[in-house]
T-cell receptor, first 112, second 115 residues
Framework: SQQGEEDPQALSIQEGENATMNCSYK?????LQWYRQNSGRGLVHLIL?????REKHSGRLRVTLDTSKKSSSLLITASRAADTASYFC????????????FGRGTSLIVHP | ETGVTQTPRHLVMGMTNKKSLKCEQH?????MYWYKQSAKKPLELMFV???????ENNSVPSRFSPECPNSSHLFLHLHTLQPEDSALYLC??????????????FGEGSRLTVL
């Protein structure tokens, strides 16, 4: 069953602006991961955040996790045209599952 | 280059053909996955081979048949497919420890078109 759901489905911004994407999930998780996909290519891992962590940074990326609300957000600061891609969250449920499930993704377009 | 190689990158087949997709990982991982990506749908997990177990999505039709001869190779055998099976098929691998998945490494995908 589908676990994570990204919001918004599409986001269009100008270069230099920040982009925020959200992910909501339904059951308890071990970790949550964010991935990026350029059109027609494979997914590339961005950040993994564990259930006992609240925030994580990687370069221009900032991920937060609120387990009480079962939600996560991905913030891309000072966006660039090269950030244009689809972004997905993936969750691994707690209690023994090792099956990562993905949402539909957020399609981000950054205009130069 | 992610360490996961998929071949072929593009495949066109008729509904009566038999073909196979191949995936190879050079990362020493102990889990491999097949995902199907169709337009405007969530990434759909088809099969997982992990820790010598196989897990499958019960909604995957029997015309898709996976094979995992060792921890580095994964195949998806295709037989009498339908046009709605046209999609991007993605292979991934990860290191599973204590049933907790780590980062997934994806191949570039095999774009399948069924005529």
């Amino acid at each position: 069953s589908q676990q994570g759901e990204e919001d918004p489905q599409a986001l269009s911004i100008q270069e230099g602006e920040n982009a925020t994407m959200n992910c909501s999930y339904k059951t308890s998780i071990n970790n949550l991961q964010w991935y990026r996909q350029n059109s027609g290519r494979g997914l590339v891992h961005l950040i993994l955040i564990r259930s006992n962590e609240r925030e994580k940074h990687s370069g221009r990326l900032r991920v937060t996790l609120d387990t009480s609300k079962k939600s996560s957000s991905l913030l891309i600061t000072a966006s660039r045209a090269a950030d244009t891609a689809s972004y997905f969250c993936a969750t691994a449920t707690s209690g023994g599952s090792y099956i990562p499930t993905f949402g539909r993704g957020t399609s981000l377009i950054v205009h130069p | 280059e992610t360490g996961v190689t998929q071949t072929p990158r593009h495949l066109v087949m008729g509904m009566t053909n038999k073909k196979s997709l191949k995936c190879e990982q050079h990362l020493g991982h102990n889990a491999m996955y097949w995902y199907k990506q169709s337009a405007k749908k969530p990434l759909e997990l088809m099969f997982v081979y992990s820790l010598e177990e196989r897990v499958e999505n019960n909604s995957v039709p029997s015309r898709f048949s996976p094979e995992c001869p060792n921890s580095s190779h994964l195949f998806l055998h295709l037989h009498t497919l339908q046009p709605e099976d046209s999609a991007l098929y993605l292979c991934a691998s990860s290191q599973v420890m204590d049933r907790d998945i780590g980062e997934l490494f994806f191949g570039e995908g095999s774009r399948l078109t069924v005529l």
